[in-house]
């Protein structure tokens, strides 16, 4: 099986930043994207950031110059650096990884279980 925990939710005022963490764990052959989505109250789950092996990032359109995604070398750890928050992100945030499994060499996508944002005053 895979696992992905996330880390480093929480409330933080407007303006403030977070850094969220995700790392991948469990019978992994290989990681080809890794990403973060989120959901909001109400709302459906939109993508924020992906990052595929050796390729370039994707970012949301809201998120564009105030998000920055990265992924460690080994590539099963990502990291979400959220900078100038809105209330508007406030959300679920959930990690997400496009996983070759070692077990069978089978495909998966895998979720986390997210974790908090809360952008308040």
């Known amino acids: 099986q895979v696992q992905l925990v996330e880390s480093g939710g929480g409330l933080v005022q407007p303006g403030g930043s977070l850094r969220l963490s995700c790392a991948a764990s469990?019978?992994?052959?290989?990681?080809?994207?890794m990403g973060w989505y989120r959901q909001a109250p109400g709302k459906l789950r939109e993508l924020v950031a992906t990052m595929p092996s050796g390729g370039s990032t994707n970012y949301a359109d809201s998120v564009k110059g105030r998000f920055t995604i990265s992924r460690d070398n080994a590539g099963n750890t990502v990291w979400l650096q959220m900078n100038s928050l809105k209330p508007e992100d406030t959300a679920a945030y959930y990690c997400?990884?496009?996983?070759?499994?070692?077990?069978?060499?089978?495909?998966?996508?895998?979720w986390g279980r997210g974790t908090q944002v809360t952008v308040s005053s």
């Open positions: 997400n990884a496009d996983v070759r499994r070692r077990m069978d060499g089978a495909r998966y996508t895998y």
């Open positions: 469990g019978s992994i052959l290989s990681i080809n994207a």
